[in-house]
Nanobody, 123 residues
Framework: VQLQASGGGLVQAGGSLRLSCAASDHTFSSYTIGWFRQAPGKEREFVSAISRNGGITFYADSVKGRFTISRDNARNTVYLQMNSLKPEDTAVYYC?????????????????WGQGTQVTVSS
């Protein structure tokens, strides 16, 4: 299976980006998908997760109300809509899969990762 994250870029503070995580495997709908991010010199941190059928979502407090996660299982894709971006959102964003529930927030609970996409928010 491959997870391909895309959609990153450079945006001004207050702007928006939509990240996509596309899977090559038809078993995509069997997994909870999470988004994580890692800024230079910092540990990888949980951002958001979505359940297998998209009915349950979970967010880190730092992004709640600004980011929205969704999925389209017919397209094997999960999206992360990021609004009201802040400079502190600057990081490499990764998507990953887990067989656990959406409350899985530790990177160690995810078993397969995409390659990451850079998000840079300028002030």
């Amino acid at each position: 299976v491959q997870l391909q994250a895309s959609g990153g870029g450079l945006v001004q503070a207050g702007g928006s980006l939509r990240l996509s995580c596309a899977a090559s495997d038809h078993t995509f709908s069997s997994y909870t998908i999470g988004w994580f991010r890692q800024a230079p010199g910092k540990e990888r941190e949980f951002v958001s997760a979505i359940s297998r059928n998209g009915g349950i979502t979970f967010y880190a407090d730092s992004v709640k109300g600004r980011f929205t996660i969704s999925r389209d299982n017919a397209r094997n894709t999960v999206y992360l809509q990021m609004n009201s971006l802040k400079p502190e959102d600057t990081a490499v964003y990764y998507c990953a899969r887990t067989t656990r529930e959406t409350t899985a927030t530790s990177p160690g609970q995810y078993d397969y990762w995409g390659q990451g996409t850079q998000v840079t928010v300028s002030s």
